[in-house]
């Protein structure tokens, strides 16, 4: 017996995602523009990594909460108190962010670590005995993740990132150890939340085109500009929502036991953190393309404009290889020609020029990949 309130849950197919989630997560993606604009600001290859570091800091954060209202969604008040605590702790964390790497990091790692806290004893409260039963395989872990991630904040601003980087490997760690546990993962709620961070880290996208833009003048050549780059983010979207999205979720409705868990661990938890690392990174690149659309981008804006469309295309690679065990080929050779334009043509043609090449490889790759499955599904009704 326990004296811990304990939520009712929620039977599977009832369980949608709430006004109160997606305003949690509205708040959570200043945390994403933050992170880019901490970039931006430090555009060099130390700047990219620190970015990319606190990327996975704030999604892992981020995730805790996924996991934990897919067992009860948001009815209960406590729920909805403990939710509204951490959107105020996201706030503080984002307004402390760029000062991360500085002697005052303490105050995103307070921040953060309190965000954590909170996630943590929520979960805890929402949970049935069979829920508690499995977050006790990955709390020690979690926590100890967590304090390192604090201690870090202490710490001098020289070492702090290999002591985040421990803290996030403990956090791996924290995941493994849970793997033989049965998580109830409710499939549509689980893939709505995925699905919808990704819309809302996009929007990001359009932010940063907006906020290239400042004053400038309108012209034909910024229209030209502005319409490729929006093909891009429109083909980002289509490569997850199209198909892919669907596939994953009713992959996970198929999936019963601890491989639901699993399933969910890697095809959402695990490959849609470089979807998120690589659109945040993709919006700082973006910037200088719209910015100066006519001159040859700088190579580290080079490899972030290539390196972010790559790493969303690794992320859909991750995640169609831990439902079918296979490779999608399209994806793996448009992320090869990118990579390869990129390295070859970058310091010899306009960033416009680049961004269009892209542009024109990845909507041919999504091309190909839609006739493919179109050929499948019909070879499959016959």
Same mark, same amino acid.
């Given at each position: 017996?326990? %004296?811990?309130?304990?939520?009712?849950?929620?039977?599977?197919?009832?369980?949608?995602?709430?006004?109160?989630?997606?305003?949690?997560?509205?708040?959570?993606?200043?945390?994403?523009?933050?992170?880019?604009?901490? $970039?931006?600001?430090?555009?060099?290859?130390?700047?990219?990594?620190?970015?990319?570091?606190?990327?996975?800091? $704030?999604?892992?954060?981020?995730?805790?909460? /996924?996991?934990?209202?897919?067992?009860?969604?948001?009815?209960?008040?406590?729920?909805?108190?403990?939710?509204?605590?951490?959107?105020? /702790?996201?706030?503080?964390?984002? #307004?402390?962010?760029?000062?991360?790497?500085?002697? %005052?990091?303490?105050?995103?790692?307070?921040?953060?670590?309190?965000?954590?806290?909170?996630?943590?004893?929520?979960?805890?409260?929402?949970?049935?005995?069979?829920?508690?039963?499995?977050?006790?395989?990955?709390?020690?872990?979690?926590?100890?993740?967590?304090?390192?991630?604090?201690?870090?904040?202490?710490?001098?601003?020289? &070492?702090?990132?290999?002591?985040?980087?421990?803290?996030?490997?403990?956090?791996?760690?924290?995941?493994?150890?849970?793997?033989?546990?049965?998580?109830?993962?409710?499939?549509?709620?689980?893939?709505?939340?995925?699905?919808?961070?990704?819309?809302?880290?996009?929007?990001?996208? +359009?932010?940063? +085109?907006?906020?290239?833009?400042?004053?400038?003048? +309108?012209?034909?050549?910024? @229209?030209?500009?502005?319409?490729?780059?929006? #093909? &891009?983010?429109?083909?980002?979207?289509?490569?997850?929502?199209?198909?892919?999205?669907?596939?994953?979720?009713?992959?996970?409705?198929?999936?019963?036991?601890?491989?639901?868990?699993?399933?969910?661990?890697?095809?959402?938890?695990?490959?849609?953190?470089?979807?998120?690392? @690589?659109?945040?990174?993709?919006? &700082?690149?973006?910037?200088?393309?719209?910015?100066?659309?006519?001159?040859?981008?700088? !190579?580290?804006?080079?490899?972030?404009?290539?390196?972010?469309?790559?790493?969303?295309?690794?992320?859909?690679?991750? !995640?169609?290889?831990?439902?079918?065990?296979?490779?999608?080929?399209?994806?793996?050779?448009?992320?090869? #020609?990118?990579?390869?334009?990129? !390295?070859?043509?970058?310091?010899?043609?306009?960033?416009?020029?680049?961004?269009?090449?892209?542009?024109?490889?990845?909507? /041919?790759?999504?091309?190909?990949?839609?006739?493919?499955?179109?050929?499948?599904?019909?070879?499959?009704?016959?």
């Amino acid at each position: 017996m326990t %004296d811990t309130p304990e939520v009712e849950l929620v039977d599977e197919d009832e369980l949608s995602v709430s006004p109160l989630e997606l305003f949690f997560d509205l708040v959570f993606v200043f945390a994403i523009a933050q992170i880019a604009a901490f $970039v931006r600001h430090d555009l060099t290859w130390s700047g990219v990594g620190k970015g990319v570091l606190l990327v996975v800091l $704030v999604y892992w954060a981020w995730s805790l909460y /996924t996991w934990g209202l897919n067992a009860t969604g948001t009815s209960h008040v406590y729920v909805r108190l403990a939710l509204l605590s951490a959107m105020g /702790t996201i706030l503080l964390m984002a #307004v402390a962010l760029p000062s991360a790497f500085t002697e %005052d990091g303490w105050h995103f790692a307070a921040a953060l670590v309190a965000f954590r806290l909170i996630g943590t004893g929520m979960y805890y409260l929402a949970a049935g005995e069979e829920q508690r039963a499995a977050f006790s395989s990955f709390f020690p872990l979690a926590t100890l993740g967590a304090a390192v991630t604090l201690v870090g904040g202490f710490m001098d601003p020289s &070492v702090r990132p290999w002591v985040w980087l421990g803290a996030i490997a403990v956090d791996v760690l924290a995941t493994r150890a849970a793997e033989r546990a049965d998580w109830h993962v409710r499939p549509a709620h689980f893939a709505e939340r995925y699905g919808l961070l990704v819309i809302i880290v996009l929007g990001e996208l +359009i932010v940063a +085109i907006g906020v290239g833009l400042g004053d400038f003048e +309108i012209t034909t050549s910024l @229209g030209v500009t502005l319409s490729i780059a929006f #093909v &891009v983010v429109a083909a980002l979207w289509w490569s997850y929502f199209d198909r892919a999205s669907g596939f994953l979720e009713e992959t996970l409705r198929t999936r019963t036991g601890i491989e639901r868990g699993r399933f969910a661990r890697d095809a959402y938890t695990g490959a849609h953190l470089p979807l998120v690392i @690589g659109i945040a990174m993709f919006a &700082v690149a973006l910037e200088e393309v719209v910015v100066h659309p006519d001159e040859h981008i700088e !190579a580290i804006a080079a490899v972030l404009l290539a390196g972010g469309i790559t790493l969303v295309i690794v992320s859909f690679l991750l !995640a169609g290889y831990s439902a079918t065990r296979q490779i999608p080929v399209e994806r793996l050779t448009g992320a090869a #020609v990118i990579i390869a334009i990129t !390295a070859i043509a970058w310091g010899s043609i306009s960033s416009r020029t680049l961004l269009a090449l892209h542009a024109v490889v990845l909507v /041919t790759t999504l091309i190909v990949e839609y006739r493919r499955w179109s050929h499948d599904w019909q070879r499959r009704a016959a």
